[in-house]
């Protein structure tokens, strides 16, 4: 014991002090933070933060006690880390030169190799190098700080406490007023949309209208990402606030998973007495709803936690060794039991409002038609129409599995049902290019990437005002019109990018 307390001080005598590895660790966390701000709650990231930090620091005192010189662990362990940190983001930067995982892997090696090469032959420059190190891993971790501290600090200086504001409308608390089953398939393409991206004919369409749905043909997203298009259906109102109705009270202005979680239309419905059933994705801004009477969710693992280790060399590892990326498997199995239970809820009291967010047909090509899970392995050889069909069979077949157990019923008791989707596929040319700049993209892409499913259930064949040109913004401005009196003005219909005001326009169909 006494041998190891004079190692350990021995150590920690060692100057400069080495704490580059866990910085650099660090900076990993914050840039996958930074670039994905309006996706991701600071909650969900200081987990990671502290497990990759914390992790870190104990490797580096575990080194520096087996080797007796930290300074020399620290280089091969910062040397380890970035290897593994950055090789998700590594790969992807090279998979348009065609640079394969052998070479890749073969080049970290490469690199592990040399720091400790340079660690046992080059004593004399630990000093120089151990300073150069700390500067440039506190420079690297500033970088992403520019950006998030400010965002964060916004999130907390607008914020704004989402209390119920009070009924305005002549309707009893108890509610009298139809179900309401609200579901968004991820980046389901209108039929247009479908045509123009893939070069299919979706069934969908005809099948929903057998039914007794109408369809919303012309319909577009109003944003192009899931957080802001959602914020903006769930609020009824655009994120520059216009659409603001006073029977919402005042709007969350915290953040946009705040904003959603703490939305406009669920405060309402619940002064109306509806019971709320949240049935979670996996995402984070739709996991839970912070009104919900009900929260249903496969784990409690956040999406952050999946990308995070999706970033890393551990997926290929896996690979390496037979076995799947654990996001993608992790993914496929809570969709699957989301969709199933979708199909089949426990019954809830009346009237209530039910929210599920499915992420299909959105990427990855993970189902097979039967709904069984597809491996980056079989996917390899198929074309990417084959792919997304094959994963559109199943979303149909459950959607309409669906929709069939919620008309199983009594006509007098059937719900109000909203399908819809939050944005349309990105175009071929733009699979993996998010942050593209929509205002410079051709007519054709913006149609494939804002033209979406919306289609609508409503008992006895109401007239609400429903039309081909609808977006999700007014879906709860013609319901709440329709059944709680209220008298919203129904908002233009316009799509935007999330960094220029101005409405995008669309070809003609």
């Known amino acids: 014991m006494n041998r190891l307390a004079d190692r350990l001080r021995t150590v920690l005598r060692d100057r400069p002090v080495p704490f580059h590895p866990i910085l650099f660790a660090v900076y990993f966390v914050l840039f996958l933070y930074s670039v994905n701000l309006d996706e991701v709650d600071l909650g969900d990231v200081l987990p990671v933060l502290a497990l990759v930090s914390g992790g870190t620091a104990i490797m580096l005192i575990v080194a520096g006690l087996l080797v007796g010189d930290t300074r020399r662990a620290a280089l091969v362990l910062t040397a380890a880390v970035i290897a593994f940190l950055a090789y998700g983001h590594a790969a992807r930067l090279l998979q348009p030169m065609r640079i394969g995982p052998t070479l890749h892997v073969a080049g970290w090696l490469a690199i592990i190799l040399l720091a400790v090469l340079v660690a046992w032959r080059g004593r004399r420059l ?16 500033i970088v992403p700080l520019v950006a998030i501290v400010p965002y964060d600090l916004g999130r907390i200086a607008t914020g704004e406490a989402p209390t119920p504001a009070p009924s305005t409308a002549p309707v009893s608390p108890s509610a009298i007023g139809p179900d309401v089953y609200w579901f968004i398939f991820d980046r389901y393409p209108s039929a247009r949309s479908g045509r123009l991206a893939y070069g299919i004919e979706n069934p969908i369409f005809d099948e929903l209208r057998a039914r007794g ?5 012309a319909s577009h997203a109003n944003y192009q990402r899931t957080s802001a298009s959602l914020l903006a259906t769930f ?9 603001h109705a006073d029977i919402f009270g ?3 202005r915290s953040g946009a998973f705040s904003r959603v979680q703490n939305s406009n239309v669920a405060r309402f419905l619940k002064t109306r007495g509806y019971y709320y059933v949240h049935v979670g994705s996996d995402f984070s801004g739709t996991r839970t709803g912070v009104l919900a009477d ?6 409690n693992q956040t999406d952050f936690d999946s990308a995070f280790v999706e970033s890393t060399a551990l997926p290929g590892i896996l690979r390496r060794v037979g076995l799947s990326g654990p996001r993608w498997a992790r993914r496929h199995a809570w ?4 969709v199933n239970l979708l199909a089949d809820l426990p019954p809830y009291p009346s009237p209530k409002f039910v929210f599920g967010h499915v992420l299909l047909p959105h990427t990855p090509y993970i189902f097979a038609a039967d709904g069984s899970f597809v491996s980056d392995e079989a996917n390899r050889g198929r074309s990417r129409t084959e792919q997304f069909s094959e994963q559109l069979t199943f979303t149909n077949a459950r959607m309409l599995a669906i929709v069939d157990d919620l008309l199983a ?3 007098a008791e059937r719900p109000v049902i909203i399908v ?11 699979e993996d290019e998010t942050r593209h700049d929509w205002t410079t993209a051709t007519p054709e892409e913006r149609e494939i990437k804002f033209g979406i499913l919306n289609a609508w259930y409503v008992p006895d064949g109401r007239d609400i005002g429903l039309y081909p040109e609808m977006s999700p913004v007014n879906t709860f401005r013609l319901l709440f019109n329709a059944y709680f009196e209220t008298d919203l003005p129904i908002l233009p219909d316009e799509s935007f990018t999330l960094d220029h005001p101005e409405p995008l326009e669309f070809p003609d169909p």
């Open 126 to 141: 630990l000093g120089v190098i151990t300073r150069v190190l700390n500067i440039a891993s506190l420079a690297l971790v």
């Open 213 to 217: 749905f109408y369809i919303a043909d």
């Open 235 to 243: 609020s009824a109102e655009y994120l520059d606030g216009r659409g």
């Open 250 to 252: 005042p709007t969350d």
């Open 294 to 299: 009900v929260n249903h969710a496969f784990d």
């Open 335 to 338: 969709t699957t039991w989301e």
């Open 409 to 411: 019923v009594q006509a």
């Open 420 to 430: 819809q989707a939050d944005e349309g596929p990105y175009p071929p040319t733009l």
